[in-house]
Every structure is written in C-alpha cells, then in structure tokens.
C-alpha cells in the first residue's frame, strides 16, 4: 500500500513547474503502478497549447474554471469543478485558465517518470527505461 500526501510532494523534485502550470507527480512510473497520478495547478488566465502525442491523459478539475479548445474540431469546453476530458486521441488542444486557478487531477498512460516538462510540441518525451 502507498501513501502519499501532496504536503510531502510540495518542494521536492516531484514538483515541477512550467510556464502556466505546476504538476505535483503522486505517483510515477517507478512506483509500479501502470500510470502516473498528477496534482495540476494552471494559474488564472494561463494558456498552453498541449499534445500529448506519446500519452493518453484524463484530467478531472476539483476547483476553479477554464477552457479546452480541440484544435482538430475547434470546438471549446468548459472546465469546472465535477469535468473530466479524456485526450484518448492525442489530441492537440489548448487549456486556458479562466478567472481562478485550476486544481486538475491528472492519470498518464504510459506513467511519465518525474521530470518531463513540455517539448516545443507541448508533450512529454516517452522516456524509455532499461
């Protein structure tokens, strides 16, 4: 059984920052688990133009708003607290914050390993482990 508290993550090497976005990694792909567990905080008015072209990710918000905007279709979606999106695509998209900052649940499929920050592309490199 794991335990994990984010207090403890705060600060450590499990927390890593980006332009318009802080992730608190609760589960990585050493801990053995099949996924990574993320706490994600976007700022109010953060943009970030995202794609997860080596991972499929489902996000739930637990506090504040903001949008998706699906750059395929360009449709636009609210985020709040109770929504779950699901990139089940890779699909490329754009999260803006809105008037509060965004406190999202996150799960990566394959499990990032810690320290991955966005490419150019706005992914996560698939880091491959011997």
């Not at 080596?54 to 279709?73: F, M, P, R």
């Amino acid at each position: 059984m794991k335990i994990v508290r984010v207090q403890d993550i705060i600060g450590t090497e499990r927390e890593v920052e980006g332009p318009g976005w802080t992730s608190r990694r609760l589960l990585l792909k050493k801990d053995g688990m099949g996924f990574s567990f993320h706490e994600t905080i976007i700022p109010a008015g953060a943009e970030l133009r995202l794609w997860y072209k080596n991972h499929l990710e489902a996000v739930y918000c637990v506090a504040g708003n903001g949008t998706i905007e699906d750059l395929a279709t360009g449709e636009v979606h609210e985020i709040h607290d109770g929504v779950l999106y699901a990139l089940d695509n890779h699909d490329r998209h754009i999260l803006r914050g809105g008037t509060e900052d965004m406190r999202l649940i996150c799960a990566f499929n394959p499990p990032v390993t810690g320290r991955e920050t966005h490419d150019a592309d706005g992914a996560y490199n698939l880091v491959v482990e011997d």
